[in-house]
């Protein structure tokens, strides 16, 4: 069915060149707490992030209330023991995100089988149809960006190639997929370039193979995993 029609600040037009900063932190961590990522969802947007992409209702929440104007693509890590998929999987999952206050709901969208069964294609109908949200198709595979695009997501980002077995010879960033999948994506579909950008220079690069905007996530707020880093680093 037709994509339904874009807010004008969703639009590829509107994201291109943009930084979109993954403000997110694992399980256990103090900076998991609401309050902290939304301080660090203000202080990206304050500094010219175009947008914040969250993960979990609570979080997603947090920080429309305290930058309500805020472009915050939302998604929800949940694990099943039926399925590999975890970014927003299924249907309840995709009305949580919106009900919490998502501009764009974010959905694993590669090939591999969803929990209960639940089909791909039927999940984005449903999205449009009865919410009317946006959808980012998170992909690892030109295959599956491709059809995410076909039928219906809005973005497709590189998410997760490198992450799935089928991509499991590979590592992030996706370079090799940017100018294929811009060029096979329709027009009005915006491409995001998401995974391993670990500085200026590689969001650069990424926008001249054809991303639309990055998303930037550990190398920007990722304090558990950097810290970590840097003391593996200096004690080998």
Known sequence: ????????????????????????????????????????????????AIGVRLESPEHIGAVRRRCPQALIVGLWKRTFSDSAVYITPGWGEIQAVWAAGADVVAIDATGRIRPGGQDLALLIERAHTDLGAPLMADVDTLANGLRAGALGCD??????????????????????????????????????????IANAGDACRAHRLGADAVVVGTAITGVDLQVAAYVRALGS
Do not use: F, K, N
């Open 155 to 196: 973005w497709v980002g590189t998410t997760l190639h490198g992450y799935t077995d089928e991509t499991a010879s590979s590592s992030p960033p996706a370079w090799d997929l940017l100018e294929p999948l811009r060029s096979g994506l329709p027009a009005e579909v915006a491409l995001i370039c998401e995974g391993g």
């Open 1 to 48: 069915m037709p994509r339904p029609p874009l807010a004008p600040r969703l639009s590829r037009a509107a994201l291109r060149g943009g930084l979109i900063v993954s403000v997110q932190a694992p399980e256990g961590s103090p900076m998991r707490h609401p309050d902290v990522i939304a301080a660090m969802a203000a202080a990206s947007l304050a500094r010219g």
